[in-house]
């Protein structure tokens, strides 16, 4: 069995790397854990939900704010690390600097490197900013990549990957649905929307942070338009930016602003929802999953699965984009029913297995 060592340092990292660990121990490789530190408390959160204790925590943002410092940082972290332990596979997933640091390591150290979720391309190295450049660099250095569509891997071959080192196997945020999902769960924030139709809002990226007002101003609309059928869900992000600037929307009654959820609750919340307002990458991909229609808060998008299954929907920052096509999916069951009822582009759950299947038989 081949040794295995993961290097991820953000909450959405460990959220579609945990089904892969899982599997990975199922069937006996010996494995590394490696936390670089870069969303401390969410991820340190995260990894306490489901009992992981890694064996490295490199603690990088008590040191460094920057990006450049960070992955600076991590690369000098990780470096002794990859030189103790000599795994036969590093295994980074995504576009984070965790993800350009340990490939650069890998490759530093000429130990072969396995990309999960790889392949998801915008073209244009400032959307979005860092992670499309990220994961370009780390496509350049990759000797699995592990792609959630044919679309994606598309993107490798064109780029020149040898088809070989290509596999589709889905996206492992799917399987990590059979470790978070309730039939019995409870919640406040359920409790408190329990007599009215769902919206979920989560709104956090980088690029978004001047586009905030206006995406605000657009959802303040749509609470004031629905609010005899709808109340709203905004679990958000720590940024104080964001927490500033969302301080309006608690003028209405039907908008509730709650802290940023672990990933159980928010799956078992985000189940409830009838739609979902989102800039979030990994979301965008669950919601297909259980069939709840996405209006993507941004102008491009590295899933254009999505797009083209008709799961979800490009609507921008714009103020008037955003309510016109809210209100379209609110008033028109056909068009509702079209985009929920759309197939599922990201697999089926066996993502992790297929993963580790591969690497112990290459």
Do not use: C
């Not at 959220?15 to 590394?32: D, L, T």
């Amino acid at each position: 069995m081949k040794k295995l060592l993961f290097i991820f340092g953000t909450r959405p990292e460990f959220i579609k790397v945990y089904p892969v660990i899982q599997e990975a121990k199922r069937q006996g490789n010996p494995i590394v854990l490696v936390n670089t530190g870069q969303h401390k408390e969410m991820l340190n959160e995260l990894l306490d939900e489901f009992s992981v204790e890694v064996d490295y925590d490199l603690k990088i943002m008590e040191k460094y704010s920057g990006l450049s410092e960070i992955v600076a940082g991590s690369i000098s972290g990780l470096d002794p690390i990859i030189k103790k332990e000599q795994p036969d596979v590093i295994l980074v997933h995504g576009d984070t600097a965790a993800t350009l640091a340990g490939s650069l390591v890998a490759y530093f150290n000429q130990i072969k490197l396995a990309h999960i979720e790889a392949g998801l391309r915008t073209y244009n190295k400032f959307s979005p900013f860092p992670e499309e450049m990220n994961r370009q660099i780390v496509g350049l250095m990759a000797d699995y990549h592990f792609t959630p569509t044919e679309m994606t891997k598309e993107n490798l071959l064109k780029e020149g990957k040898p088809k070989k080192q290509v596999f589709v196997v889905g996206n492992s945020a799917i399987d990590m649905f059979q470790y978070t999902l309730k039939d019995d769960y409870t919640n406040e924030a359920l409790s408190w929307q329990a007599d009215k139709k769902m919206i979920l809002v989560t709104a956090h990226r980088r690029e978004n942070l001047s586009d905030l007002e206006e995406i605000f101003d657009g959802i303040a609309e749509i609470a004031d338009e629905f609010k005899e059928t709808h109340k709203i869900i905004y679990p958000i992000h720590m940024n104080p930016i964001i927490r500033e600037k969302a301080q309006k929307l608690l003028e209405h009654s039907n908008i509730k602003i709650i802290d940023p959820l672990d990933t159980i609750n928010f799956h078992n919340v985000m189940r409830h929802a009838e739609l979902i307002l989102t800039d979030s990458g990994g979301i965008q991909e669950e919601a297909a999953f259980l069939g709840i229609p996405v209006l993507v808060l941004r102008d491009t998008t590295e899933r254009p699965e999505g797009v083209l299954a008709g799961t979800l929907k490009l609507v921008g920052t714009s103020k008037e984009n955003i309510v016109n096509e809210t209100r379209t999916l609110l008033t028109d069951k056909i068009k509702y029913e079209r985009m929920s009822g759309s197939k599922n582009p990201y697999g089926d759950g066996t993502t992790s297995l297929q993963i580790v299947n591969i690497l112990n038989e290459k």
